[in-house]
């Protein structure tokens, strides 16, 4: 089997506030959509750095002694979701090093693809790996000589790495925010009193009460010391903007702003159009929760045909994609939604989703309606067919996996056992969102890769390489230990 390696992650960064660790702690749990593996704060309070991390919620994690314990007015936090090395403790983030420029830890949301290269490099010339995980290649390329931590050398630093990189950086006395040049992953720049925000998306500003600022500009250093913020542009030569569309359509928080758009409204018009370009006649439109309730609202406030939120959501369910293993994923599709039968028995049904990837859900989702005594089911996927990977961060599956890059809509509609079967059009998904089809990357569904990757790399290319990967069980028993660092 191959997969590539990506990292879902939220990260999070604080400088100047006497609650530090608190607000990172609420800021991560606001970000806990876009990884539930593991979590992780570390502090500085100027002399020192205090870390906490473990396998699980951030919620599980941190308590209120934990976090008492992280002191210091500056903070950097991250959520992960395994996809680039195995989901082990000592993967987790922020990583911390300890080297010539003093204690370093990194939070990074994205993948490098040219990690392999840079490794390889580093280990010829001696340098010992902690972890399995591209993000610590960044670390050993800061700590490298002729660098003093300064700007200069840290853009020499983002010169040599590739891909999908937003970053929160922390020393004894600065908080550094980066985003790759392409600006692939959001980050965002706020302000909570006389401090400032560095965080994935804005909605953990929200719910800290701080104010969102503005988003960090593609290829931006953002450096936030005692003598304020400065920006440095470490690209000045204006690379191809290259933001991931699959953000607004389903991986971001829809309370979240990027680039200056509310990403519930982006879905809701995503829906609109969907309606504009397929108007069938139907009694009731049906949202699968969560993912495709702004399409499925939009849908129906543009066709006038009534919205129902006929399944209902258990929220005690985990979000099933995000679970690493089959196993699990097949059984959270079973167990998490219940459908009202009333609502849909002798129906002409159109079932609204953001997305099909590997088909299952929605299978399931038709099989539940026609078992309702649904008369007609017709699927709307408020996206156009996923036919590629995506090396820059968002775990889908290989190609072979894809449904849509193995399948015609014709036996896709077959297989899902579905009357009909639409997807939004490129340009429509594009329309929805305001801005040009340049400002994204859209290679998951038109197979354009803004950066060039190399397709023999995997997730646990690392470890496979050094003879390393570790066992289901070892991986499982791994998991479920939390550790203290300091
Ligand atoms: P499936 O077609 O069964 O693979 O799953 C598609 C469902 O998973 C849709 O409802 C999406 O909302 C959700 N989904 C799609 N892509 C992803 C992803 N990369 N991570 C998590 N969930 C996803």
Redesign the pocket.
Known sequence: MQEYPKH?CGVFGIYGHPNAAELTYYGLYALQHRGQESAGIVTSDGKQFRAHKGMGLVSQVFDGEILHGLIGRMAVGHTRYSTSGSSLIQNAQPLTINSRIGPVAIAHNGNLTNAMVLRDELEDKGQIFQTSVDSEIILHLLAQPGGNGNGNHLVHTLRRIEGAYSLVIMTENELIGVRDPHGFRPLSLGKIDDAWVLASETCAFDLIHAKFVRDVEPGEIVIINQDGLTSIQAFPEQERRAFCI?EYV??ARPDSVIADRNVYKVRVEMGRQLAREFPLDADVVVP?PD??NCAALGYSQESRIPFEMAFVRNHYVG????QPSQLIRDFD?RVKLNLITELVKGKRVIVV???????????TRVNNLKQAGAKEVHVLVSCPP?MHP?VYG????DRSKL?AANHSLEEIRKYLSADSLYYLSQEGMVKATGLPKTAFCMACYDGRYPVPYDPTVDKYIIERRNGRVASLSETMAKDRAQIKLL
């Open positions: 879902y699959f389903y991986f699968v993912s495709g979000r099933s994609f995000l599709v989703d953001d997305s099909i990837v590997r088909g299952t859900t929605c299978k996923h995506c968002i775990d889908f599956p449904m």
